[in-house]
């Protein structure tokens, strides 16, 4: 594969050299505020946003279907700019593997971006850990502050799967070791600092919000702020270059911004909101992507990252494959490649689901079949017989063996929804309602749950930040991608079940309530064989 000099790649996009950063011949970050800036009166271009289906172990291809789509469009003459969240190392090690695409649809230097890429990952890590690293040296030092020991939220982090670290004792040994206290590890990209890394407007704006963040509270419960602490400036350091976007290509050389990378499940899932902006000035369409399910990413990607950014998405690209849908009919993952309509036609219920929710934003839908070559003619037949009925716009896709010219007919639709249908996009609540109805609001219109049931912990937190003011922010439910429900157990489209709340964090720099249900860990673990194990055999 031939890869162009990333600078010829940005210049076909108006990135002249002078707001490079060259990190090799095929990275590069993006000097965010002077490009802008220069930017600013350029009309912004259409935003199109790739989602998926439930997901499941078969693997829908969303991140593919995105590079695809992008390739699609200029094999059909129409410039377009990808945004699209980094890698994590946890993952990457672990059970999913790499973020860059497959087949002929990636995004290159794929070992580059999955591993170190340009520091970005580091450079979270580091800010996170100093942030702990001043709270207990606070504390040790006489403890000005009156911060109860027991009572910081703030965690360390690891761009790693180490479930070692969920829960641990620290300052043992000697007493000049420090306070003995019990900690917790998360990983890098379930921090409220990624966050503020991914919703941030600018590097003043980033700051702001770093200063806002709670990280503990006194022995009289008042809450104790960032800026308390005094280290704004050191994290506005350490964080500077990490701020500026970066840029990649995909195999047919067109322009990806891969700019930060919270996960969907526990945190908003979307990339950087200062490349979203950017590109939407460069290119007349951005296709970006949004993590999981759309009943994780695309309703945080609309609820929280559109609210705060003033996007206004037009058009929702939503990902199937008849593999899954099979699954969700109730098809063992080992009898996949046996023709089963019956199975499809029961597992349709989750893309209908799915398809309904995301029309409840007022933006027009278009279903991606990411085709599989296992895929039955009968199979094929009845899927679009059932899209047909429903009256559902789609397209089927062929990037992964054929690349942009496989990616033709789904590019085509795209286009005919941006030029023929008006997209009028609210977010699915108002901030007005109280923490409570906005929970229940998600849980019965996306997961159509028939109500939330909320631990005594968590509303007493609830209550806790009402008093602080902090009613009026928008919700990021930390639940598991595997089912509309709290129980990763029910697919398709499950009904009769409650929500369960069991705990909430206040992420006041980001300016989110996390709603933790079901069981969900902010540090995972290595499956009993990792993807790490898994290179030693790579040819």
Not at 5 to 21: D, R
Not at 300 to 321: E, H, M, Q, Y
């Amino acid at each position: 594969m031939r890869l162009e000099n990333i600078g010829k790649v940005a210049k076909k996009f108006g990135i002249c050299e002078e707001f490079l950063e060259y990190y090799g011949k095929y990275k590069a970050k993006v000097d965010f505020d002077k490009l802008y800036a220069n930017l600013k009166n350029e009309k912004d271009g259409k935003l199109v946003l790739v989602t998926a289906i439930t997901p499941t172990k078969a693997g829908e291809g969303k991140t593919t279907t995105t590079i695809a789509l992008i390739d699609g469009l200029a094999k059909i003459q129409q410039k377009a700019i990808g945004c699209l969240r980094e890698p994590s190392l946890g993952p990457v090690f672990g059970l999913k593997g790499g973020a860059t695409g497959g087949g002929k649809v990636t995004i290159e230097p794929q070992e580059d971006i999955n591993l170190h890429f340009t520091g970005d990952m580091h450079a979270l890590t580091s800010s996170i850990n100093l942030i702990s690293a001043i709270i207990d040296n606070h504390i040790y030092q006489g403890n000005e502050l009156k911060i109860d020991p027991n009572k910081i939220v703030w965690k360390r982090s690891l761009d790693m799967n180490d479930r070692e670290l969920r829960t641990i004792q620290i300052g043992l040994g000697s007493d000049k070791n420090g306070i003995v206290r019990e900690d917790h590890f998360q990983i890098t990209v379930a921090s409220e600092m990624m966050a503020i890394m991914c919703l941030a407007k600018s590097e003043d704006d980033f700051i702001e919000r770093v200063k806002n963040i709670i990280v503990a509270y006194t022995f009289d419960d008042k809450p104790v702020y960032l800026k308390d602490l005094s280290i704004s400036k050191a994290i506005d350091k350490l964080m500077r270059e990490a701020l500026k976007p970066n840029i990649v290509q995909t195999q047919e050389h067109n322009l990806v911004f891969v700019h930060g990378g919270p996960f969907a499940n526990i945190a908003h899932g979307c990339s950087s909101l200062m490349a979203t902006k950017l590109a939407l000035k460069l290119a007349p369409v951005v296709v970006t992507e949004a993590g999981f399910g759309s009943d994780l990413g695309a309703e945080k990607f609309f609820d929280i990252k559109s609210r705060i950014g003033n996007l206004n998405p037009n058009c929702v690209v939503l990902v199937a494959t008849i593999r899954a849908l099979k699954l969700h009919g109730g098809v063992n993952f080992e009898d996949l490649e046996k023709e089963n309509i019956e199975a499809l036609e029961i597992g349709f219920k989750n893309l209908e689901q799915h398809y309904q929710n995301m029309r409840k934003y007022n933006v027009p839908v278009v279903v991606a079949i990411n085709h599989f070559k296992q895929d039955s003619d009968n199979e094929v037949k009845k899927l679009i017989e059932l899209l047909n009925k429903n009256y559902y716009p789609y397209a089927f896709l062929d990037g992964f063996l054929k690349g942009g010219e496989g990616s033709r007919e789904l590019a085509n639709k795209v286009m005919e929804i941006l030029d023929t249908k008006k997209s009028d996009f609210s977010p699915l609540y108002s901030l007005n309602l109280s923490i409570e109805e906005k929970i229940e609001k998600i849980a019965k219109e996306i997961y159509r749950a028939d109500g939330i049931e909320i631990s005594e912990v968590a509303k007493a937190k609830i209550e806790q930040y009402r008093l602080l003011g902090k009613e009026n922010l928008p919700i990021c439910i930390a639940k598991t991608q595997s089912s509309f429900s709290d129980d990763a157990k029910l697919l398709n489209a499950p009904r009769n079940f409650t929500l369960h709340v069991k705990d909430v964090s206040l992420s006041n720099g980001a300016g989110f309530i996390v709603v933790y249900t079901g069981n969900i860990l902010t540090m995972p673990g290595l499956p009993k064989i990792p993807a790490a194990v898994k290179m030693e055999s790579e040819l």
